[in-house]
């Protein structure tokens, strides 16, 4: 098992910046694949972004392309999401996942596909 913790979360103006982080503890990090999702009110949850377990492949949603960086610190066992150029459309209660049953070069979209989540960030984007 893993224990995951987002932090990072708040409320910023359109066009500022976040960065989310992804605690884990209980296992090391690398043997997993990570992704960020998130669920806005009355939406379903929707992929962000995934990474493989050393870092050396990585995918995002379309809208997010050119705006967010996921990235991990094995080392320190914590996953990152830089959020750039804001917009209000990215405002979610966004989710980091881990996956363990995928080798490395097959990433993950879909979040029946992840086994362990942690409780989620508010991310608020104001006009």
């Known amino acids: 098992q893993v224990q995951l913790v987002e932090s990072g979360g708040g409320l910023v103006q359109a066009g500022g910046s976040l960065r989310l982080s992804c605690a884990a503890s209980?296992?090391?990090?690398?043997?997993?694949?990570m992704g960020w999702f998130r669920q806005a009110p009355g939406k379903e949850r929707e992929f962000v972004a995934t990474?493989?377990?050393?870092?050396?492949?990585?995918d995002y949603t379309d809208s997010v392309k050119g705006r967010f960086t996921i990235s991990r610190d094995n080392g320190k066992n914590t996953v990152y999401l830089q959020m750039n150029i804001l917009k209000p459309e990215d405002t979610a209660v966004y989710y980091c996942?881990?996956?363990?049953?995928?080798?490395?070069?097959?990433?993950?979209?879909?979040?029946?596909?992840?086994?362990?989540w942690g409780q989620g960030t508010q991310v608020t984007v104001s006009s």
């Open positions: 996942a881990a996956e363990f049953r995928s080798p490395d070069y097959i990433l993950k979209y879909t979040a029946g596909a992840y086994d362990y």
């Open positions: 990474i493989n377990r050393n870092g050396g492949r990585t």
């Open positions: 209980g296992r090391t990090l690398s043997n997993y694949n």
